[in-house]
Each structure stands twice: as C-alpha cells, then as structure tokens.
Nanobody, 114 residues
Framework: VQLVESGGGLVQPGGSLRLSCEAS????????MGWYRQGAGKQRELVAD???????NYGESVTGRFTISRDNAKNMVYLQMNSLKPEDTAVYYC?????????WGQGTQVTVSS
C-alpha cells in the first residue's frame, strides 16, 4: 500500500492550507488515519488522528486551528490547517493503520513564512 500526500507548500502566517492523502488500495480497511510532522532538528510529533468511527485526537499545539477528516469510501484523509504559524513549518507525513500494519507517506513540506 502506498500513501500519497498532496497540498503542501508555502503560505504566509495566518493563512490556510489543506493536505490530502490517498491510499493506493481501496480494498483495505484502515482502523485509524492521521498526520504527523517533523520540523528541522525536531522529533516527529502527532498532529492529529481519526479513528474509523470518527473520533479525533489533536496535538496540543494545533487544537482549535487544524481539523482532520476522512473519507472511508476513498481511503483518504485530510487535514485543514488554519491560522498557520511559522512554528507549523515542517514535513507533514500521512499515516494509516490496519489491524496488523502501519503505513506512512513520503511527506509533504509545509512552510509558513512571510
């Protein structure tokens, strides 16, 4: 299974971006989907995840600004990012998990700068 992210780029502080991630196999059933990020010189951290039933979980630094959603029919997960800050600059990784394995995307760069 391959995960392909899209939607990253350069945005000014206070702006918005929407990330998308699609799994190559629609026949798979993913228990959870989510997004992690890794800034330069930092450890990878959870941004948000969403369970199959829709329960969501957010990292403390993005709560209230980011919204995660998923489309089970398409095996896609989205991350709407609003009120972006320079400290949100990072490579964002898509993640999906079945009952047995976890899968990761290649990452998409998000840069917040004026």
């Amino acid at each position: 299974v391959q995960l392909v992210e899209s939607g990253g780029g350069l945005v000014q502080p206070g702006g918005s971006l929407r990330l998308s991630c699609e799994a190559s196999e629609r026949s798979f059933s993913f228990n959870a989907m989510g997004w992690y990020r890794q800034g330069a010189g930092k450890q990878r951290e959870l941004v948000a995840d969403i369970a199959n039933g829709g329960r969501t979980n957010y990292g403390e630094s993005v709560t209230g600004r980011f919204t995660i959603s998923r489309d089970n029919a398409k095996n896609m997960v989205y991350l709407q990012m609003n009120s972006l800050k320079p400290e949100d600059t990072a490579v964002y990784y898509c993640w999906m998990r079945t009952q047995v394995l976890s899968y990761w995307g290649q990452g998409t760069q998000v840069t917040v700068s004026s």
